[in-house]
């Protein structure tokens, strides 16, 4: 139905930059929410930063200032710049899709979670 393609992850010094990019294909018809989540050992699953269609935005207060998501409507693509990075952000980041409407699927829609990237930030 709906396929995710993510990337951008990898290791990368304190303060530095990386960007996530996480894709969707597939017979869209739109998609309220994409998001991205983290989950570091040993620790639940949490939300990083999420963006509706209307363009309202949602972020971890730890992110603040320094994570910026952003998304591409046309190219069903969600972006997160994450800039000076610090250690405690190291992680497999997750893309979220919420309530992605397909034909035939109803109006409350489907929800879809990428493969996850890993994130490092080490010296």
């Known amino acids: 139905q709906v396929q995710l393609v993510e990337s951008g992850g990898g290791l990368v010094q304190p303060g530095g930059s990386l960007r996530l990019s996480c894709a969707a294909s597939?017979?869209?018809?739109?998609?309220?929410?994409m998001g991205w989540y983290r989950q570091a050992p040993g620790k639940q699953r949490e939300l990083v930063a999420a963006?509706?269609?209307?363009?309202?935005?949602n972020y971890a207060d730890s992110v603040k200032g320094r994570f910026t998501i952003s998304r591409d409507n046309a190219k069903n693509t969600v972006y997160l710049q994450m800039n000076s990075l610090k250690p405690e952000d190291t992680a497999v980041y997750y893309c979220?899709?919420?309530?992605?409407?397909?034909?035939?699927?109803?109006?409350?829609?489907?929800?879809?979670w990428g493969e996850g990237t890993l994130v490092t930030v080490s010296p």
């Open positions: 597939g017979s869209i018809l739109s998609i309220y929410s």
């Open positions: 963006m509706t269609s209307g363009g309202s935005t």
């Open positions: 979220n899709l919420n309530r992605v409407l397909l034909p035939g699927a109803g109006p409350r829609g489907m929800d879809f």
